[in-house]
């Protein structure tokens, strides 16, 4: 599955759980993730997205490695199986 598709697949899950999937697009700081949740709790995750063989550059490595220090959760999602179990545990928490 191509990462395009995972990201798509990730955008329609959580509009089904009444949250926001947004690209996220940071002007200057590379690295970022690709996605922002939000979701009807207030709680946002920070997703960036890979396909099974993709790997994370070392500025994005850094990146999680920042938001996770700043109490983020940020989450690297690589595959559909991967997606589904982060709605699953969402939906658990909602």
């Known amino acids: 599955m191509r990462e395009s598709q995972i990201e798509n697949y ?7 759980l009444g949250g926001l999937c947004l690209k996220f697009v940071s ?3 590379k690295g970022v993730p690709d996605r922002i949740i939000i979701l009807p709790n207030g709680q ?3 997703a960036e997205l890979k ?3 993709g ?7 850094k990146m999680q490695e920042t938001l996770k220090q700043l109490n ?6 690589t595959c559909k199986p991967s997606v589904d179990k982060l709605i699953v545990e969402l939906r658990d928490e909602l």
């Not at 990730?10 to 089904?16: D, F």
């Not at 790997?55 to 490595?61: D, F, G, I, N, P």
């Not at 983020?72 to 999602?77: E, I, K, M, N, S």
């Open 51 to 53: 396909n099974e063989t």
């Open 55 to 61: 790997k994370l550059s070392a500025l994005q490595v």
């Open 10 to 16: 990730l955008k329609r899950e959580i509009e089904k």
């Open 72 to 77: 983020c959760r940020a989450l690297v999602l």
């Open 44 to 46: 946002v995750i920070f």
């Open 27 to 29: 002007p200057g700081n």
